[in-house]
């Protein structure tokens, strides 16, 4: 198994130190009103890394131009969140190297990931192996991309069996994603018993809109909290609410 990278080793000392790391997502078809300033201040309120990335991208230059903006305005590790070969850019730390585990189309399993991984060879990106699981109750862009068939909430033992299938298939991490745009985030319920199942970190995403949800995910276990919806509508001023609520000294 490849060595832990630099970046990797950035978001685990982070978690170390502050039980429950944040990480912002920004998905370069949707431009915030000031991408220079918003890095900045999320780098000021705490945010550990940033994920660049979305399910419609289709602009490789577009995902060029958001990383440069990113690494000239904050010192912020930046990892790439792809949804597809289109998602790689040779300016990124580090990809999330993931297998949507309950997608039912091979190629969001290891198809493009084997078409992919010479690219991420060739441009030294660090790669960190990542276990993507979709969970939730409704429809949202990905899910409908992927052809993934959702966890439902009511059955968080499925959530634990793929979270221990990706750690037995060598994977360092796991997502717990609602998807975009989510009505409601990953339940705490199913958050405890996958982080109860495994021994690697768990990432949980989507639909995180309110610092009472991001505390309730991180008393549970959560090690990292992805947040992009509301950063693109509220700003960071709820963001850096969310990020306190987390728990950190």
């Known amino acids: 198994m490849a060595k832990t990278g630099p970046t990797e080793k950035t978001l685990l000392r982070s978690i170390q130190r502050n039980g429950c790391i944040h990480l912002a997502l920004i998905d370069p078809e949707k431009p915030l009103e000031s991408l220079p300033e918003t890095v900045g201040e999320l780098q000021k309120f705490g945010t550990t890394a940033i994920m660049v990335g979305g399910s419609t991208v289709t602009s490789s230059s577009e995902i060029d131009a958001t990383v440069k903006t990113i690494k000239a305005n904050s010192s912020l590790p930046v990892i790439l969140f792809p949804n597809g070969l289109q998602g790689i850019s040779?300016?990124?730390?580090?990809?999330?190297?993931m297998?949507?585990?309950?997608?039912?189309?091979?190629?969001?399993?290891?198809?493009?990931q084997a078409m992919g991984a010479p690219i991420v060879k060739r441009f030294s990106l660090e790669a960190i192996p990542l276990g993507y699981i979709l969970v939730g109750e409704t429809n949202t862009a990905v899910s409908k991309i992927s052809g993934?068939?959702?966890?439902?909430?009511s059955r968080p033992d499925l959530a634990q069996a793929y979270a221990l299938a990706a750690q037995y298939l060598g994977m360092r991490w796991v997502y717990l994603e609602a998807g975009s745009g989510a009505e409601t985030p990953v339940t705490a319920e199913m958050v405890r018993k996958v982080v109860s199942s495994v021994e690697i970190p768990v990432i949980v995403g989507g639909g995180i809109r309110e610092p009472k949800q991001a505390e309730e995910l991180a008393k549970s276990g959560a090690k990292a909290l992805v947040t992009g919806t509301v950063l693109e509508i509220e700003g960071t001023s709820q963001v850096s609410r969310i990020i306190a609520a987390l728990g950190r000294e």
């Open 99 to 112: 297998s949507m585990l309950n997608s039912s189309k091979p190629q969001y399993i290891t198809g493009t």
């Open 90 to 97: 040779r300016f990124a730390d580090a990809i999330f190297f």
């Open 148 to 153: 993934a068939e959702k966890v439902p909430y």
